[in-house]
């Protein structure tokens, strides 16, 4: 995963899936496509690369509850 993409990984959505993730404290929203596997810490479903995060307004923190829809 290269951090500066808009990139996600997923455990099942197919690789090149693009979804839009949508911050649930500040409603920032980007479109990312899913291009590894994982996250692989219980309790998480999505992991974001640096860039989504920023963009997302999460950096600082790390994690933070979204949601999520497969776009197209």
Do not use: E, W, Y
């Not at 993730?21 to 899913?34: E, Q, T």
């Not at 810490?41 to 974001?48: A, I, P, T």
Request: aromatic share 4%; hydrophobic share 45%; glycine share 10%.
């Amino acid at each position: 995963m290269n951090p500066a993409d808009m990139t996600a990984a997923h455990r099942s959505l197919a690789f090149g899936t693009k979804i839009k993730v949508v911050n649930n404290a500040n409603g920032k929203s980007v479109v990312v496509r899913i291009n590894d596997r994982g996250p692989f810490v219980k309790g998480r479903v999505l992991d974001l690369s640096k860039a989504a995060a920023q963009k997302l307004g999460f950096i600082r923190s790390g994690h933070t509850p979204v949601c999520m829809a497969k776009v197209g």
